[in-house]
């Protein structure tokens, strides 16, 4: 992070790794990274929260927005819980520059996994 920029709620960074708190919202339209709520990041889904359905949804569209490898995501908090916090290992730092780059979107568009 450089001194001009400001700090981000919803990341926290501990060594080489980032902790991403997340509010998500299942069932909708579109798979999109769709700004802020409150101190955490919002992800909307089209997948249910049925047998950990979002939260598989979850980890693959970050893994594909960020372009990580699944075994680099993992849920810290909040299994069934639409408030979660995951780990992200050894993030390149890129990721926090792409995650400030969604959150201060007004209008960030809706993410397909097929990119």
Not at 23 to 51: E, F, N, T, W, Y
Request: proline residues 7%; positive net charge.
């Amino acid at each position: 992070m450089t001194p001009t920029e400001t700090p981000l709620p919803y990341l926290r960074v501990q060594g080489d790794d980032l902790y991403l708190r997340v509010h998500v919202q299942p069932g909708a339209k579109a798979d999109a990274i769709s700004g802020c709520h409150g101190d955490a990041l919002k992800i909307r889904l089209r997948a249910r929260p049925v047998d950990s359905a979002a939260n598989t949804a979850l980890s693959a569209l970050l893994c594909a927005t960020l372009r990580l490898k699944r075994q680099q995501i993992t849920l810290v908090q909040g299994e069934s819980a639409r408030d979660k916090v995951l780990r992200i290992s050894a993030a390149p730092a890129s990721v926090q520059t792409q995650l400030r780059k969604y959150a201060e979107s007004s209008h960030p568009p809706a993410l397909n996994r097929e990119d």
